[in-house]
């Protein structure tokens, strides 16, 4: 499962891209808003992590209409090679990700709560959908539940569309969604972060380090011995 970050956040991207596990990027509005005082506009917050990472960024459409969404998607997607355009799934969205897909634009579609819109937006041509797990679970529902049966349903019927993992709050939430098939998750920098952490591990670091003192310690007191 490839790991994108779910984030407009440029020094949290960098660290990601430097430990060599960030396949790409998610943006929305929401995000956006919480780096914009220091972020420039949308547009060249976009094209400074597109700097960054090689990889798909996927950035928000925020109109009502389908011809203003394909508007909208055009100017996105010509920001950088790399940008996939975001649109949310209802009737103009569904409009719009039908004509924006059929004129070779990536679309990843955003707030998808059902398998029957994941079934829509794929037949229209959308190239990801992104459930949203963890408002899925919030309202009690099994987010990751939804997600198997996405990527069942695209399996079965060989649509190439793929499912990015979105809503993430927590490591559980990743590896369930590795577990049942999801090809991408778009994680929140601390869920990421998470992922590394270990009690055990800091516990055996720090053994090992408390030993290889101990025994460069034994053999200096043995040089010493011999020399004497
Ligand atoms: C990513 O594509 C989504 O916009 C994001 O994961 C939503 O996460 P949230 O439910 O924590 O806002």
């Known amino acids: 499962m490839r790991l994108y970050l779910d984030t407009a956040d440029s020094d949290e991207i960098r660290q990601a891209v430097a430990w060599g596990v960030c396949d790409g990027v998610t943006t929305n509005p929401s995000l956006f808003a919480k780096v914009s005082g220091s972020a420039g506009s949308y547009k060249e917050r976009v094209q400074e992590i597109a700097g960054i990472v090689d990889g798909p960024i996927s950035a928000e459409c925020v109109s009502r209409t389908a011809d203003a969404l394909v508007e909208e998607a055009r100017e996105i997607a010509s920001w950088h090679p790399n940008v996939v355009v975001k649109i949310p799934i209802d009737a103009a969205g569904l409009e719009a990700i039908s004509r924006v897909s059929a ?26 959908v992104s459930p949203f797990i963890g408002r899925l679970d919030d309202i009690g529902q099994d987010g990751v539940t939804l997600v198997a049966e996405i990527v069942e349903m ?7 569309t793929q499912v990015i993992a979105a809503s993430v709050r927590h490591t559980q939430h990743v590896t369930a969604c ?14 990421l972060a998470s992922m590394l952490q270990h009690p055990l591990t800091d516990k055996g ?23 004497r």
Request: aromatic letters at 8%; zero cysteines; hydrophobic letters at 50%.
């Open 205 to 227: 670091i720090a053994t090992f380090l408390a030993d290889w003192d101990r025994a460069q310690a034994q053999q200096r007191s043995g040089a010493e011995s011999v020399a």
């Open 103 to 128: 004129a070779g634009i990536q679309v990843n579609t955003t707030l998808i709560f059902s398998a029957n819109q994941a079934l829509l937006a794929a037949n229209a041509g959308a190239a990801y």
């Open 178 to 191: 590795a577990s049942v098939g999801a090809h991408i998750a778009t994680l929140p920098f601390p869920v």
């Open 154 to 160: 695209l399996d079965r019927y060989h649509l190439p």
